[in-house]
T-cell receptor, first 110, second 113 residues
Framework: GESVGLHLPTLSVQEGDNSIINCAYS??????FIWYKQESGKGPQFIID?????DKRQGQRVTVLLNKTVKHLSLQIAATQPGDSAVYFC?????????FGTGTSLTVIP | DADVTQTPRNRITKTGKRIMLECSQT?????MYWYRQDPGLGLRLIYY???????NKGEISDGYSVSRQAQAKFSLSLESAIPNQTALYFC????????????FGAGTRLSVL
């Protein structure tokens, strides 16, 4: 299967600080990437996506950066809030399938 | 997401039993997916369907089968459940126009004893 990994399984940040969650992928054929957020007891929820012809995309308080040279993408959350506490997954698209990373658990400290 | 409904939410069964997990959606999407989630392994695709007549195997289809009864319904069956199928199962939908953005149900927690 495809390898989509995350550098850290857990991340703790102080409320108000910025969070950066990293993801490495292995297949250079991947042309589309998505970040999902999964809160406890719920299914994953779409946050932001980026296509391989872009290197940056911004949403509300979130930014995704894509570095195709080193096959790395990151999710930046500005002014992290308690409601941001969740597990974050990156997913890469190859053909008709998506391959998900193992997730990073973000804990926001009040 | 209430637009994607999975039943049951929790199920305990015994080894060798047949079990069906059901998924229905009101989003009008043509694409539907079944994933399993295990601790430390993330989400893995079991089967997917792009329309009622289309069924495709994912990464880990062995031991599972699916049925797309209608555009809005996609069920997952374990013909003879085994303990290593204990996991959290998610159904998801997407629309061909938005390609990858998938909308997930709340999940079914399955335990096989």
């Amino acid at each position: 299967g495809e390898s989509v990994g995350l550098h850290l399984p857990t991340l703790s940040v102080q409320e108000g600080d910025n969070s950066i969650i990293n993801c490495a992928y292995s297949n250079s054929a991947s042309d589309y990437f998505i970040w999902y957020k999964q809160e406890s007891g719920k299914g994953p929820q779409f946050i932001i996506d980026i296509r391989s012809n872009m290197d940056k995309r911004q949403g509300q308080r979130v930014t995704v950066l894509l570095n195709k040279t080193v096959k790395h993408l990151s999710l930046q959350i500005a002014a992290t809030q308690p409601g941001d506490s969740a597990v974050y997954f990156c997913a890469e698209n190859i053909g008709n399938q998506f391959y998900f990373g193992t997730g990073t658990s973000l804990t926001v400290i009040p | 997401d209430a637009d994607v409904t999975q039943t049951p939410r929790n199920r305990i069964t015994k080894t060798g039993k047949r079990i069906m997990l059901e998924c229905s959606q009101t989003k009008g999407h043509d694409r539907m997916y079944w994933y399993r989630q295990d601790p430390g392994l993330g989400l893995r695709l079991i089967y997917y369907s792009f329309d009622v007549k289309d069924i495709n195997k994912g990464e880990i289809s062995d031991g599972y089968s699916v049925s797309r009864q209608a555009q809005a319904k996609f069920s997952l069956s374990l013909e003879s459940a085994i303990p290593n199928q204990t996991a959290l199962y998610f159904c998801a939908t997407s629309d061909w126009g938005t390609k990858g953005i998938q909308y997930f149900g709340a999940g079914t927690r399955l335990s096989v004893l």
